[in-house]
């Protein structure tokens, strides 16, 4: 059994055994079934990780998922051990984390909500091709027009739609729009209406997290220099599914923006497992936002970043 192995049966012990879940509670949190549970502990207890206590594969990314978990109240937290990663891009061994993760919840009648991003990228490229022909993938974001980009929510959909065989709804308009009459035209149509709808249903999302100061409206030139500037003055420390946070948590007012094609922050609360990928020093301050927010129930993110936002 690999490390990763190891350190599942800890945390399902711990949940269990330390903070006094039942099973069917841990079954709720990491969305396999109760009978999978009562074998795992029963796995943990035939390999002596529990004995008196919880006996962990310790390392310093296991007890930062703690700390994490506790101080935020998620689901679960996962944390990349990045230090002896060498000089393998951070986006990737996220990915890689991301990736492994979703295979070991997504469930075939699952609908998964997609949003956009670098890191997501590299998610869906280190996904393994199984079929789940009945799982339902939905755009969560418009497009980047008229910058495209390899991260953009429609291509990431498409690409994972392809990985599983699964059906997708994509939102087929640019994120950013110039007036309320736009946007009610475009969600008018019959294609972009069907894909909003279809957000109620999302059970499962996964979302990148964007930090103000490196965020694709900033590197793409979409916003005014007075958009920008009248945007730091809001607070706002980042972004997620292109919806503005401040330090609190908290969406700040960036209507001055105008209309964006996009889950809204309270529709995204109400998705029931919502995994959050992202790290690295610039992303420190967005992603502490972000689980602040409550709309976020699993963050998978790597040690130093970790740090960061539990000191």
Same mark, same amino acid.
């Given at each position: 059994?690999?490390?990763?192995?190891?350190?599942? #049966?800890?945390?399902?012990?711990?949940?269990?055994? *330390?903070?006094?879940?039942?099973?069917?509670? $841990?079954?709720?949190?990491?969305?396999?079934?109760?009978?999978?549970?009562?074998?795992? #502990?029963?796995?943990?207890? =035939?390999? +002596?990780?529990?004995? /008196?206590?919880?006996?962990?594969?310790?390392?310093?990314?296991?007890?930062?998922?703690?700390?994490?978990?506790?101080? &935020?109240?998620?689901?679960?937290?996962? /944390?990349?051990?990045?230090?002896?990663?060498?000089?393998?891009?951070? /986006?990737?061994?996220?990915?890689?984390?991301?990736?492994?993760? #979703? *295979?070991?919840?997504?469930?075939?009648?699952?609908?998964?909500?997609?949003?956009?991003?670098?890191?997501?990228?590299?998610? $869906?490229?280190?996904?393994?091709?199984?079929?789940?022909?009945?799982?339902?993938?939905?755009?969560? %974001?418009?497009?980047?027009?008229?910058?495209? =980009?390899?991260?953009?929510?429609?291509?990431?959909?498409?690409?994972? @739609?392809?990985?599983?065989?699964?059906?997708?709804?994509?939102?087929?308009?640019?994120?950013?729009?110039?007036?309320? =009459? *736009?946007?009610?035209?475009?969600?008018?149509?019959?294609?972009?209406?069907? !894909?909003?709808?279809?957000?109620?249903? /999302?059970?499962?999302?996964?979302?990148?997290?964007?930090?103000?100061?490196?965020?694709? &409206?900033?590197?793409?030139?979409?916003?005014?220099?007075?958009?920008? *500037? @009248?945007?730091?003055?809001?607070?706002?420390?980042?972004?997620? %599914?292109?919806? &503005?946070?401040?330090?609190? +948590?908290?969406?700040?007012?960036?209507? &001055? $923006?105008?209309?964006?094609?996009?889950?809204?922050? =309270?529709?995204? %609360?109400?998705?029931?497992?919502?995994?959050?990928?992202?790290?690295?020093?610039?992303?420190?301050?967005?992603?502490?936002?972000?689980?602040?927010?409550?709309?976020?129930?699993?963050? $998978?993110?790597? !040690?130093?970043?970790?740090?960061?936002?539990?000191?």
């Amino acid at each position: 059994m690999g490390s990763r192995d190891a350190g599942l #049966l800890a945390k399902i012990a711990a949940w269990y055994y *330390e903070d006094g879940l039942t099973q069917e509670e $841990i079954a709720r949190r990491s969305r396999v079934s109760r009978p999978s549970v009562s074998r795992l #502990l029963s796995q943990a207890r =035939e390999m +002596g990780i529990v004995q /008196v206590k919880v006996a962990y594969p310790l390392s310093q990314a296991k007890e930062l998922e703690r700390r994490l978990e506790k101080t &935020f109240g998620l689901k679960e937290a996962i /944390v990349a051990d990045t230090s002896g990663s060498g000089s393998l891009p951070l /986006v990737r061994t996220l990915g890689a984390a991301a990736a492994e993760y #979703l *295979e070991r919840v997504l469930d075939e009648n699952d609908v998964l909500g997609v949003s956009w991003g670098n890191t997501l990228y590299h998610v $869906i490229q280190s996904l393994e091709p199984r079929p789940m022909e009945r799982l339902t993938i939905v755009q969560l %974001c418009g497009g980047l027009a008229p910058v495209w =980009e390899a991260t953009d929510s429609a291509d990431l959909v498409r690409k994972m @739609a392809a990985v599983y065989g699964a059906r997708a709804y994509l939102l087929q308009g640019p994120l950013l729009l110039g007036s309320e =009459e *736009e946007y009610r035209y475009l969600a008018s149509n019959p294609a972009i209406a069907l !894909t909003l709808d279809k957000m109620k249903d /999302v059970n499962v999302a996964v979302v990148g997290i964007g930090a103000l100061e490196d965020s694709v &409206f900033m590197r793409n030139n979409m916003l005014s220099p007075e958009q920008v *500037e @009248a945007l730091r003055a809001t607070g706002a420390v980042g972004d997620i %599914c292109s919806r &503005f946070i401040g330090p609190d +948590g908290r969406e700040v007012d960036a209507t &001055f $923006i105008g209309p964006m094609l996009a889950i809204r922050m =309270e529709e995204l %609360c109400r998705v029931e497992h919502v995994v959050a990928v992202a790290g690295g020093p610039r992303k420190i301050a967005a992603l502490r936002a972000a689980l602040l927010t409550g709309a976020i129930d699993v963050v $998978i993110t790597d !040690t130093d970043t970790a740090a960061g936002i539990v000191a």
